[in-house]
C-alpha cells in the first residue's frame, strides 16, 4: 500500500524567496439562497485555465461577492466546459496565471500559502526524469526579482481523493444541493479515504478540501532523493 503524505506550508526556515500575487480570475463568492451561507471556497485553483479571450474575463478579473446567485450560476456553466469533467466549481475557485511580484533567490519549491506550490523548472524536469505523475507546471505572469533569477512555475494540481468521511463531524449538514458547500474545519489528525485515491497521480489536492495537497511516497522519495528544498511532509493515514 503505498503512502500519503500532507504537504504542510514550509516552515519558515526552508522557505527561501517570497511573492505577492493572485491568480488572474476567479468565480465570485456568493450568498445561497437554499442554505443562506455567504460564502466562498478555498483552492480550488485551476491555473492553466486561460480566459484571455473569454467573454467573462473582465468580470471574472475582479473578486467580489455576486448578489444573484443565478448570475453566478450563468458564469459557472460558462466556465465548465473548459475544465475536466467532474471539475468542482465553487464559489471562489481561482483560474489562470498568478499576476504580481516574486523575489528570489529561490529554493526548488515555493510554498508560500497551503494551496499554491512553485517549482522551479530545473527541479520539474528532475522530478519528471525521475518518472513522477501528474506534475504539471505552468507558467506565471510574475514579475521576478533580481532581474537573473530563475522564473518559477505553478503546479496545477488536479482535485482527486477524499479526506475519509470519519474526519467530517457528524453534526456537520450534507453538502449544500444548490451551492456545494459543505462547511466544516480540517481535524487535527486527518485521515485519507483509501477508496478515493487515485493510482495515476503523484500529487493532488482533496476535492472536499482543496487546501489539503497530498502527495505519495514516490513523490516524497524522489524529492530527498534529488535533495530538492522548500517543502515539509506529513503522514496521513488511509483507511
Ligand atoms: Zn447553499
Redesign the pocket.
Known amino acids: 500500500m503505498t503512502r500519503f503524505f500532507h504537504l504542510e506550508r514550509g516552515a519558515g526556515e526552508r522557505q527561501k524567496g517570497t511573492y505577492k500575487a493572485r491568480h488572474k480570475w476567479g468565480l465570485p463568492g456568493v450568498t445561497?439562497p437554499?442554505?443562506h451561507?455567504t460564502w466562498a471556497s478555498t483552492g480550488f485553483n485551476y491555473p492553466a485555465l486561460d480566459l484571455t479571450n473569454h467573454p467573462a474575463a473582465k468580470k471574472l478579473a475582479k473578486a467580489y461577492l455576486e448578489k444573484d446567485f443565478e448570475e453566478f450560476e450563468l458564469l459557472r456553466e460558462q466556465l465548465r466546459p473548459l475544465l475536466p469533467p467532474d471539475s468542482p466549481l465553487m464559489p471562489g475557485a481561482l483560474f489562470g496565471p498568478l499576476v504580481g511580484t516574486a523575489r528570489g533567490p529561490f529554493a526548488a519549491f515555493l510554498q508560500q500559502y497551503g494551496d499554491v506550490v512553485l517549482v522551479r523548472p530545473d527541479a520539474l524536469a528532475r522530478l519528471h526524469a525521475a518518472g513522477l505523475r501528474g506534475l504539471k507546471g505552468v507558467s506565471t505572469e510574475l514579475r521576478f526579482r533580481p532581474k537573473d533569477v530563475e522564473e518559477l512555475l505553478e503546479l496545477a494540481v488536479e482535485p482527486r481523493g477524499l479526506l475519509h468521511p470519519d474526519c467530517i463531524p457528524r453534526s456537520t449538514q450534507p453538502p449544500?444541493p444548490?451551492?456545494g458547500?459543505h462547511g466544516f474545519s480540517l481535524p487535527k489528525e486527518p485521515v485519507l479515504d483509501a477508496a478515493s485515491l487515485p493510482l495515476d497521480l503523484d500529487l493532488m489536492r482533496l476535492r472536499n478540501f482543496a487546501m489539503v495537497l497530498v502527495v505519495t511516497q514516490r513523490f516524497k522519495d524522489a524529492v530527498e532523493q534529488l535533495e530538492l528544498d522548500g517543502l515539509s511532509f506529513r503522514e496521513l493515514p488511509v483507511r
Open positions: 445561497c437554499h442554505c451561507a449544500c444548490k451551492c458547500r
